[in-house]
């Protein structure tokens, strides 16, 4: 068993050798962290590099335990799917009425479904690149994050909305930790602590 550590050891970065014998140690077997500390011994690493690397990590992993204690439940979710529905059915109807003389003829159906997929992805975009928030995150204190902790762009944005459209998307949350369309673009769903 020592030499399969010792082996697994020898291929690791240095990087991963100091996660292993600090922040991640908990998540090892003492032969595999008493391999991973003669790597680093043989490798002559500097002690202060370990301690630089070290508060680095363990302030990662306190970050990313933060966000996790914060994410909204599944019901929570649902209730969001519920009430932004139909504020964007309430945005895609004020639409349809503007351009209601337009909707006539043989392009009725054509521009019908061009008008509700522009006031989808107009509604999802806008509220969140601009707000981090839809309507009913507003109302639940909650805001949409990257999965590290960062504010979204408009194409992480963009790419969550499309996801939106994935069969049984708003249902996900009941059966996976993260959504389908928060997991597709690396973003997630927090209590907003403004």
């Not at 979710?77 to 006539?104: C, E, K, M, Q, S």
């Not at 194409?155 to 996900?172: G, H, K």
């Amino acid at each position: 068993m020592e030499n399969s550590f010792t082996e697994t050891m020898s291929k690791r970065t240095n990087e991963e050798l100091i996660k292993i014998v600090t922040v991640e140690r908990d998540g090892y077997q003492q032969t595999a962290i008493d391999a991973a500390e003669k790597e680093i011994e043989k490798r002559n690493i500097d002690i202060n590099k370990i301690e630089e690397l070290k508060t680095v990590y363990t302030k990662l992993a306190d970050e990313q335990k933060e966000i996790e204690s914060n994410k909204v439940t599944p019901w929570t979710r649902f209730l969001h799917f519920i009430i932004d529905t139909v504020a964007w059915l309430i945005v895609a109807a004020i639409i349809g009425f503007l351009f209601d003389p337009l909707l006539t003829g043989s392009n009725q159906d054509f521009l019908g479904y061009s008008l509700l997929a522009v006031s989808f992805f107009g509604y999802y975009v806008f509220m969140e690149t601009k707000y981090q928030k839809t309507i009913a995150k507003f109302i639940t204190k909650t805001k949409v994050i990257m999965t590290d902790g960062k504010k979204p762009n408009g194409v992480d944005i963009m790419r969550r909305t499309a996801c939106r459209l994935i069969p049984f998307d708003r249902v996900s949350y009941f059966f996976t930790p993260n959504g389908f369309h928060d997991y597709l673009s690396n973003t997630t769903v927090v209590k907003d602590k403004i």
